[in-house]
């Protein structure tokens, strides 16, 4: 049964850089996407980018500007980071695991990342 | 971007009840549609798959039917560990995967 944990920061200031790890535990590292997911407060979630075990990388269109997801197989981890970050970028920020061809199906814990001065 | 839109936004319904959600997308995505609950504090988690296909360990009275823009999530009979919010997310074409905005399930 694979695990997700992830960690990083959870308050930041405007214009600064989030940076968040998710480690995986249990389960082979080849053969899926690696995801990051997030959700601001009463809204939809949003998918924010992913990458594969050779560090093939999709990014969020409206995101891609401030976004790196990278990843160590050596560690079972993968990152996240993203700069210049306002109030809008409030949110949960979840890691997850996508089978290919099919959507996300495990989950990290959530970290609240909040943005403020 | 394809747009997926849920309905209705909320409801209240009964243990017991027989309870119908509706996603549809902006433009076909065949039956690459998946259903999440997600409880407060809690991450999603993965109750349908392609549309129709049952997530191993999701109980039976959960299902999902439709195809092309219009989906459905069926409860049939709603125990009191199902009150939550559902999301509906295409994993047709990206960038990027969307989601619904969510439909809460509150108790009557």
């Known amino acids: 049964q694979v695990q997700l944990r992830q960690w990083g920061a959870g308050l930041l200031k405007p214009s600064g850089t989030l940076s968040l790890t998710c480690s995986v535990y249990?389960?082979?590292?080849?053969?899926?996407?690696w995801c990051w997911i997030r959700q601001p407060p009463g809204k939809r979630l949003e998918w924010i980018g992913e990458t594969t075990h050779t560090g093939n990388t999709k990014d969020n269109p409206s995101l891609k500007s401030r976004l790196t997801i990278s990843i160590d197989t050596s560690k079972n981890q993968f990152s996240l980071r993203l700069s210049s970050l306002t109030a809008a970028d409030t949110a949960v920020y979840y890691c997850?695991?996508?089978?290919?061809?099919?959507?996300?199906?495990?989950w990290g814990q959530g970290t609240l990342v909040t943005v403020s001065s | 971007d394809i747009q997926m839109t849920q309905s209705p936004s909320s409801l209240s319904a009964s243990v017991g009840d027989r309870v119908t959600i509706t996603c549809r997308a902006s433009q076909g995505i065949k039956t690459d549609l998946g259903w999440y609950q997600q409880k407060p504090g809690k991450a999603p988690t993965c109750l349908i798959y392609a549309a129709s296909s049952l997530q191993s360990g999701v109980p039976s009275r959960f299902s999902g039917s439709g195809s092309g823009t219009e989906f459905t999530l069926t409860i049939s009979s709603l125990q009191p560990e199902d009150f939550a919010t559902y999301y509906c997310?295409?994993?047709?074409?990206?960038?990027?995967?969307?989601f619904g905005q969510g439909t809460k399930v509150e108790i009557k």
């Open positions: 997850a695991r996508r089978p290919y061809s099919k959507p996300f199906d495990s």
């Open positions: 249990g389960g082979s590292f080849s053969g899926y996407h």
């Open positions: 997310l295409q994993h047709y074409d990206y960038p990027p995967w969307t």
